[in-house]
């Protein structure tokens, strides 16, 4: 088991473009959390998907962002038009089900310019 | 809202010394704190969870409700030690999956 797998590592994106960020969870895992971790600050929790639901976005930014985790296939974060502010390290999660400890992958550092 | 405080961004200390990272929460209910611990280049990973009660690496930390505080301790610290440490609270029963972090203590440790 490879562990949670997040691709890329790295991404730069010029403003006003788009970003997706891939995390493919853990083999036998069906919960998938997102975080964000802007500069110099800590992990802030952005959204938890159960496959094909949402379950809480309390922590999405009200535009721009999505998040999906389809039937098959890896769990996407989509930012659209990015902007400066959006450089930070973007990190997900998954767990067996939501009353699990969930492993983290490596993050994906996403740089705007 | 839930809210974890780690004061010190950076704790320099010598090897062999002991090492005690502050970490200071707010929340009206029953939570659950966790250490984590990210060596360089690596993934977040847990260190250990205050209802486990155990000790990971010589790692300790007790959970003070009365303080509402969740230091990490360990009283020799080695040089492999140094890494981004990093609190967080999950509401009580969620066993820590919507987590809310710390801002993170780097500590070295020098030789």
């Known amino acids: 088991n490879a562990g949670v797998m997040q691709n890329p590592r790295h991404l730069v994106r010029r403003r006003g473009q788009e970003a997706r960020l891939r995390c493919s969870p853990m083999?036998?895992?069906?919960?998938v959390y997102w975080y964000r971790q802007l500069p110099e600050e800590g992990l802030k929790f952005m959204v938890y998907?159960?496959?094909?639901?949402?379950?809480?976005e309390s922590g999405m930014p009200k535009e721009r962002f999505s998040a999906e985790f389809p039937k098959e296939g890896p769990s996407i974060l989509r930012i659209q038009q990015v902007v400066r502010g959006d450089s930070a390290a973007y990190f997900c999660?998954?767990?067996?089900?939501?009353?699990?400890?969930?492993?983290f992958g490596q993050g994906t550092r996403l740089t705007v310019v | 809202a839930q809210r974890v405080t780690q004061p010190e961004k950076l704790l320099s200390v010598f090897k062999g010394a002991p090492v005690e990272l502050k970490c200071n929460y707010s929340?009206?209910?029953?939570?659950?704190l966790f250490w984590y611990v990210q060596y360089s280049r690596q993934r977040l990973q847990l260190l250990l969870r205050?209802?486990s009660r155990e000790s990971i690496k010589g790692f300790t930390a007790d959970l003070n409700k009365g303080e509402t505080s969740f230091h990490l301790k360990k009283p020799f610290a080695q040089e492999e030690d140094s890494a981004m440490y990093y609190c967080?609270?999950?509401?009580?029963?969620?066993?820590?999956?919507?987590?809310?972090f710390g801002g993170g203590t780097r500590l070295m440790v020098k030789p």
């Open positions: 999660a998954s767990s067996i089900n939501g009353g699990m400890l969930a492993f």
């Open positions: 083999k036998g895992h069906s919960h």
């Open positions: 998907l159960q496959k094909e639901n949402i379950i809480d």
């Open positions: 929340y009206s209910g029953s939570p659950e």
């Open positions: 205050h209802i």
């Open positions: 967080a609270l999950a509401e009580g029963g969620n066993a820590g999956n919507m987590l809310t």
